[in-house]
């Protein structure tokens, strides 16, 4: 009788070890499910652990910037995600109030609040979030944000058809600042960019430099 209760009680925690470890793989699935991208930057707010941070980086390309506020979870979070081997390449880890996230405007793809959101966190994640990208907020409301009107296209080398390098965007005016840099930092030349519905497409030519 011991011996088939040994069994039985090695059995029953080798299936709850088992769930331990499939159980993660599958709540980050979710999560890309309902972020709806696999690629770009998703900022995690309250992910105290980086259990989230690290299942996200493992199922897909995502960039991952996670927030905490205080400087103590910080450095707890970096050690767990650096054992993971994945800090400072896919992951990053901060400190800052939820309520001022350390990102520019428009940048990530997806924002992810794990704890419960005031209004002012609302606004501050719908600010750095792209247009056409989504807010997850627990427990499960979701919140996207719309292009802003008067933003225009440049579809062709010279804006449009008509060749009339003439924009008609309302929206960015002086002063001008670099928001990101993004490879390739060096190209070949000539090389054209052209940007349309929320996507860039850019050719180059074969004129190298060093």
């Known amino acids: 009788m011991r011996r088939i209760g040994t069994i039985l009680l ?8 088992g769930q331990s470890i499939v159980c993660p ?7 890309l499910d309902e972020i709806g991208v ?8 309250g992910d105290e652990k980086c259990e989230r941070a690290v299942e996200l980086a ?3 390309e995502l960039l991952i910037y996670v ?5 103590q979870d910080v450095e707890e979070a970096r050690k767990i995600v650096d054992e993971a081997g994945l800090y400072g390449t896919r992951i990053f880890v901060e400190a800052g109030p939820l309520t001022r996230i350390q990102l520019a405007d428009n940048l ?3 924002v992810v609040v794990l704890s419960k959101a ?12 792209r247009p056409e990208g989504k807010v997850l907020l627990a427990p499960n409301k979701v919140l996207s944000k719309p292009f802003l009107e008067g933003v225009d296209e440049w579809s062709h080398p010279y804006h449009g058809p008509d060749n009339n390098p003439q924009s008609e965007d309302k929206v960015i005016v002086a002063p001008y600042l670099t928001q990101f840099l993004a490879e390739p930092r060096y190209a070949p030349l000539p090389q054209v960019a052209v940007g349309s519905a929320g996507r860039m497409f850019k ?3 074969h004129v190298a430099f060093k």
């Open 67 to 71: 927030q905490l506020r205080r400087a």
């Open 118 to 129: 005031s209004a002012e966190i609302e606004t501050e994640a719908i600010r750095v979030l």
């Open 58 to 60: 493992n199922s897909s």
């Open 38 to 45: 696999t690629r770009g930057l998703c900022v995690l707010l």
């Open 25 to 31: 793989a599958g709540q980050g699935r979710r999560l």
């Open 203 to 205: 050719a180059f030519g």
């Open 108 to 110: 990530a793809d997806a």
């Open 10 to 17: 090695i059995a029953v925690t080798g299936i709850l070890l």
